[in-house]
């Protein structure tokens, strides 16, 4: 039983920082694309970031939302990965999910992905 379990979330100030985790158990994460999600209320979930089983290779979402304010990376010998998330706005106020993708399936598309953490709310105060 593939379990992952996010933490890290809260309320922060605008401008301010949070670093989430995503421990994974019951699977070794080392071939496995890991992503993070984030969904608003009343929002469709949508993609934040991804990075492939090495570490290698890391995808952000297109749009200037995330690029340059957070940094996805992984601890494969920890079977944990993260999300750093600096200057931080009041738009970035979501549920923040992390997921595994076994298949080689669209990294940016919530279906490929096979195994989900319950979330972690993070609330930006302006």
């Known amino acids: 039983q593939v379990q992952l379990v996010e933490s890290g979330g809260g309320l922060v100030q605008a401008g301010g920082s949070l670093r989430l985790s995503c421990a994974v158990s019951?699977?070794?994460?080392?071939?496995?694309?890991m992503g993070w999600f984030r969904q608003a209320p009343g929002m469709e979930r949508e993609f934040v970031a991804a990075i492939s089983g090495s570490g290698g290779s890391t995808y952000y979402a297109d749009s200037d939302s995330v690029k340059g304010r957070f940094t996805i990376s992984r601890d494969n010998a920890k079977n944990t990965v993260y999300l750093q998330m600096n200057s931080l706005k009041a738009e970035d106020t979501a549920v923040y999910y992390c997921a595994v993708k076994i298949t080689s399936s669209a990294y940016r598309d919530p279906r490929s992905y096979n195994y989900w953490g319950q979330g972690t709310q993070v609330t930006v105060s302006s």
């Open positions: 019951g699977r070794t994460l080392r071939s496995y694309t």
